[in-house]
Every structure is written in C-alpha cells, then in structure tokens.
C-alpha cells in the first residue's frame, strides 16, 4: 500500500477528505466523539455515523456495520477512537469494502491500531484475530483534544498498551532493525511524559508526542508483532474486566522479571532506565486482587488462565516458557503481587 499520509491540523485533515469527495462517509466512533471540535468539522459531509459497538467489540457488531455499510452506499471509512471504534472499521473495510479509503482517527495513547494490520474481536466469549494489510489506514489524524476528556483509568491503561507494544516488539523473535528503532523511540517518548500524563498534566504538544508514540509502537508491532504478555492478557480482560492494557502490563510485568538477564531487557534498561511495567503500575495504583486468594474457585481461575494461553501466540517470545511459570505469574497477578 502506499505510505500513510499523516495530518496534525484540522484544516489538512478535511482538505484530504474534500479530495476524495465521498458519496457518503461511514464514521465509526464512540459515543463521546460529538463532545469534540472535530465533529463538527465534517457537518458539511453525507455520512451515517455507526456507534452500536462496546470494548472489546462482539463479532456481530462487525456484521451490523457490515450491514449499515452496503445499505447507505459508503465509499469513505473514517474511525475516531481507541482500539475498539478502529477494529470494528478495519473489519467492516476488511468484509465489505477492502478497496475504499479509510482514515483512523486515534482518540487514545495506546493501541496503535491505525497503524497496524490487525483488528480483534469477540465470538462467543473468545478472542478472534484477524490480520489483512487491507486494514492498515490509509490517512492518520492526530489530534490531541481527546486526550484531555480521557477518563485517569483509560488514560492509564492505554498509554500502559503502548509501552507493552513497544517491549514486547523489542523482544519479538521477529524483531528487525526497522521494529526496534521504533520501538526504542516510542518507549523513549512515553517514559518522558508518563508521570505527567498519568497526572493529567500534558498540554496538546505533550498529547501529540505521545499519541505518536503510540502510532510508533503500533508500526513496530506491524512488523514482529506481540508476544507471550498479549498472549496472557486477554483472559484477564474476558473474565475481569480489565482493560486490555491494564492486563498486558500486569502480564509483562511477570515476564520482565522472567527475563531480567538477557541481552534484550538489557537493552531495554538502557532506553527506559527505571521505568519498567513495575513503576508504571505503580505509578497509576493498577496493582491489586483481581480475587480472593481464599475463595473456593481460586485454584480453577488460575488453571483456567494457565490453560487459556494459545502456545502458537508463544511463539514469537524470545525465550521457551513452562507453564509453570505462566501459572506463577497469573497467581501473582490475581493476588495482587504483579511486579518485577
């Protein structure tokens, strides 16, 4: 595909979209998209606005903007929000309309999603991946106004994503030259800005350097994608609520200890210093049960989280890892002990 083109203006972003002059716009975006500027900025468009989606999007959310897409005619897809908005459109492009342009439109510091191949949804409970090139944005607008409305809680666990992204992409046995420069840099930026952002203290030009470090990130993990701490996180998130990268982070942090003596968590103190998953937890008060450690269904939760890791999701960790040590890791987590 041709590289993304990237905008950090209104005015650019809208000229782009007058250039393309869509029939109509099929616009993906969460409910409190039109509590920003920027909604207004596409008043003068035909466009039928899709928001029948919850994190963690369900399959059949897909099939509903599937529906909606074919019915109203759409030649343009733009997607405004985190990770959920931006896979439910890239699966709806993917299904329906691979050839039409699509304009992501990241609302968090995190996912790195418009920048990536992949999109996840939900079948019955279960995670389903699913990899195109088709889905990678064509256009990137970054705006950084959404960062301010950001819940703390969000605001956390979402820059907490990105720095997993950017770890575990450096790790990857599928990492190259190309994925670790960007995976150094993003990290470089987030440990930068982590305490103020998670304060909520950033202005808008701390807000944009982070939001491209997510995108960094994203490119990164487009190239030697994710590792054993995506791999473990997202039975936490299914059975806890947890938000995506509240769970990685928890997981990762497990995992840096595991592999405190090779040459890449070297390398990777030598870019962040003394911030590791550990601090940033920390940091954001995001260590604590998810459980009793009494209860009667404690053991069964563990095995079942233990049992819920795909080994072929292992497969790109750069070390061979027993289950016995996954299982230590998932008990540290649901007892509140997650750290390095």
């Given at each position: 595909?041709?590289?993304?083109?990237?905008?950090?203006?209104?005015?650019?972003?809208?000229?782009y979209?007058?250039?393309?002059?869509?029939?109509?716009?099929?616009?993906?975006?969460?409910?409190?998209f039109?509590?920003?500027?920027?909604?207004?900025?596409?008043?003068?468009?035909?466009?039928?606005?899709?928001?029948?989606?919850?994190?963690?999007?369900?399959?059949?959310?897909?099939?509903a903007?599937?529906?909606?897409?074919?019915?109203?005619?759409?030649?343009?897809?733009?997607?405004?929000?985190?990770?959920?908005?931006?896979?439910?459109?890239?699966c709806?492009?993917?299904?329906?309309?691979?050839?039409?342009?699509?304009?992501?439109?990241?609302?968090?510091?995190?996912?790195?999603?418009?920048?990536?191949?992949?999109?996840?949804?939900?079948?019955?409970?279960e995670?389903?991946?699913?990899?195109?090139?088709?889905?990678?944005?064509?256009?990137?607008y970054f705006?950084a106004?959404?960062?301010?409305?950001?819940?703390?809680?969000?605001?956390?666990?979402?820059?907490?994503?990105?720095?997993?992204?950017?770890?575990?992409?450096?790790?990857?046995?599928?990492?190259?030259?190309?994925?670790?420069?960007?995976?150094?840099?993003?990290?470089?930026?987030?440990?930068?800005?982590?305490?103020?952002?998670?304060?909520?203290?950033?202005?808008?030009?701390?807000?944009?350097s982070?939001?491209?470090?997510?995108?960094?990130a994203?490119?990164?993990?487009n190239?030697?994608?994710?590792?054993?701490?995506?791999?473990?996180?997202?039975?936490?998130?299914?059975?806890?609520?947890?938000?995506?990268?509240?769970?990685?982070?928890?997981?990762n942090?497990?995992?840096?200890?595991?592999?405190?003596?090779t040459?890449?968590v070297?390398?990777?103190?030598?870019?962040?210093?003394e911030?590791?998953?550990?601090?940033?937890?920390?940091d954001?008060?995001?260590?604590?049960?998810?459980?009793?450690?009494?209860?009667?269904?404690?053991?069964?939760?563990?095995?079942?989280?233990?049992?819920?890791?795909?080994?072929?999701?292992?497969?790109?960790f750069?070390?061979?890892?027993?289950?016995?040590?996954?299982?230590?890791?998932?008990?540290?987590?649901?007892?509140?002990?997650?750290?390095?």
């Amino acid at each position: 595909m041709n590289e993304q083109k990237i905008f950090f203006t209104k005015d650019t972003l809208i000229q782009y979209v007058r250039k393309i002059s869509p029939r109509r716009i099929f616009f993906v975006h969460g409910k409190t998209f039109n509590r920003l500027s920027l909604a207004q900025a596409f008043d003068d468009f035909q466009a039928v606005h899709f928001t029948e989606f919850k994190p963690n999007p369900l399959i059949e959310s897909v099939d509903a903007g599937v529906k909606v897409f074919r019915e109203n005619d759409c030649d343009l897809i733009i997607a405004a929000g985190g990770g959920s908005a931006l896979d439910v459109a890239k699966c709806v492009k993917l299904q329906a309309a691979r050839d039409v342009p699509f304009i992501a439109i990241p609302t968090t510091a995190g996912t790195g999603s418009e920048a990536t191949r992949f999109a996840v949804v939900y079948k019955n409970g279960e995670k389903q991946s699913v990899t195109d090139v088709c889905m990678i944005s064509n256009a990137i607008y970054f705006h950084a106004e959404p960062l301010k409305i950001l819940p703390p809680y969000q605001r956390k666990a979402t820059l907490l994503d990105a720095f997993s992204h950017a770890v575990e992409s450096y790790w990857s046995v599928k990492a190259t030259e190309a994925s670790r420069a960007f995976a150094a840099e993003a990290l470089r930026i987030i440990v930068s800005l982590q305490e103020d952002y998670f304060a909520g203290r950033t202005g808008d030009a701390e807000n944009l350097s982070l939001l491209y470090a997510s995108y960094l990130a994203g490119k990164a993990i487009n190239i030697s994608e994710t590792t054993a701490g995506h791999a473990m996180s997202y039975k936490l998130t299914s059975l806890f609520g947890v938000s995506h990268g509240h769970a990685a982070a928890l997981c990762n942090a497990g995992l840096w200890r595991f592999m405190q003596d090779t040459a890449a968590v070297k390398e990777l103190s030598a870019i962040i210093g003394e911030k590791t998953f550990r601090t940033l937890l920390l940091d954001g008060e995001l260590i604590y049960p998810l459980t009793d450690a009494r209860a009667a269904d404690f053991d069964s939760t563990l095995e079942l989280l233990t049992r819920s890791v795909n080994p072929v999701r292992l497969k790109n960790f750069p070390a061979p890892l027993p289950e016995n040590v996954i299982r230590e890791i998932y008990r540290a987590i649901l007892r509140g002990e997650a750290i390095e």
